[in-house]
């Protein structure tokens, strides 16, 4: 079954530093999503990505995170200057089309900030 | 986005039928009822999705009553593996804006 994957599984990064976290949607889908999850916390909506732009994004998506989808197989989620509370897991997660179609989600990268 | 409220954990043991009910009075007429699940370090994976009445695939069956105010997850006869948390998702999730919104979920402890 084709599948979402993300790289790296766990990434340890210096406060102030820009990472990225990369992620392969599934081939067919068309939607993009990023997520996180703070340890012990909710799973919270970050970005909706179709068509080559941002659909929706939330208030935790400031000017520090940016996305983009290179070429026709990566997503990419960029933090520009990571912060302590940006520790957590980030998942990526994509969808064949809109409208209530399941959001398939990849295992996730856990980013650690020291 | 309907709130949703559903039991913050649960325990049962292998071999049982595990029934997670979740509530969400406030649901619209085109809202869907969605249930995932996610192990630990994983992230959330798709269970079932309904609007009215019963639906079944090969992993869990989910009812809908006609008021469709609440709904029920049904998981035949888990075994240790179905430990996990389970999130009841509720929204029409309209067209290339489909963000899911997650509660805190029901924690399932199943026992040997």
């Known amino acids: 079954e084709p599948e979402v994957t993300q790289t790296p599984s766990h990434q340890v990064t210096q406060m102030g530093q820009e990472v990225i976290l990369r992620c392969v949607p599934i081939?067919?889908?068309?939607?993009f999503y990023w997520y996180r999850q703070i340890l012990g916390q909710k799973v919270e909506f970050l970005v909706s990505f179709y068509n080559n732009e941002i659909s929706e994004k939330s208030e935790i998506f400031d000017d520090q995170f940016s996305v983009e989808r290179p070429d026709g197989s990566n997503f990419t989620l960029k933090i520009r200057s990571t912060k302590l509370e940006d520790s957590a897991m980030y998942f990526c997660?994509?969808?064949?089309?809109?409208?209530?179609?399941?959001?398939?989600f990849g295992d996730g990268t856990r980013l650690s900030i020291l | 986005l309907a709130k949703t409220t559903q039991p913050i954990s649960m325990d049962s043991y292998e071999g049982q039928e595990v029934n997670i009910t979740c509530s969400h009075n406030?649901?619209?007429?085109?809202?869907?009822i969605t249930w995932y699940q996610q192990f630990p370090s994983q992230g959330p994976r798709f269970i079932i999705q309904?609007?009215?009445t019963k639906v079944t695939n090969e992993v869990a069956s989910l009812f809908i009553p006609a008021d469709r105010k609440s709904s029920t997850l049904s998981l035949p006869r888990v075994s240790l593996s179905d430990t996990a948390v389970y999130y009841c998702?509720?929204?029409?999730?309209?067209?290339?804006?489909?963000?899911?919104?997650f509660g805190q979920g029901t924690t399932l402890q199943v026992k040997p």
């Open positions: 406030n649901i619209a007429t085109n809202d869907y």
């Open positions: 081939s067919n889908h068309l939607y």
């Open positions: 309904g609007y009215k």
């Open positions: 997660a994509s969808q064949v089309t809109g409208g209530g179609q399941p959001q398939h």
């Open positions: 998702l509720v929204g029409d999730y309209p067209g290339n804006t489909g963000k899911l919104i």
